[in-house]
Nanobody
């Protein structure tokens, strides 16, 4: 079993978009969940959204990211994408991909996910 690998972070201006990728080759099992969390400087790591391996079940955390961020899954490539639109400075954070094995996604809570990536930095500033 490996660990998720994130990519796609960078520096953008407010209003712009970014797409993060997470290669989640943690298992050969068809039953897994992938989620995105983020941690702002000095803040706690919080969940954004999860998607189950069937690609049809998603769970978005409440808040402003729900209407601006979307998650997609390419199951064949075991890669999840986080499309982030209309970025604002408050979105500046390290974004982490997390994964878990099982028949459903757990709640968006840190200790419910077993596999974590190293994180990718997103900076939003004028």
């Amino acid at each position: 079993q490996g660990q998720p690998v994130e990519s796609g972070g960078g520096s953008v201006q407010p209003g712009e978009s970014l797409r993060l990728s997470c290669k989640a080759e943690i298992t050969t099992s068809p039953y897994y969940c992938v989620a995105w969390f983020r941690q702002a400087p000095g803040g706690e790591r919080t969940g954004i959204v999860s998607i189950y391996s069937d690609g049809g079940v998603t769970n978005y955390a409440p808040g402003s990211t729900k209407r601006r961020f979307q998650i997609f899954l390419n199951n064949g490539r075991r890669t999840a994408y986080l499309q982030m639109n209309d970025l604002i400075p408050e979105d500046t954070a390290t974004y982490y991909c997390a994964a878990n094995l099982g028949r459903a996604c757990p709640p968006l809570v840190i200790d419910r996910f077993s596999f974590w990536g190293q994180g990718t930095q997103v900076n939003v500033a004028s």
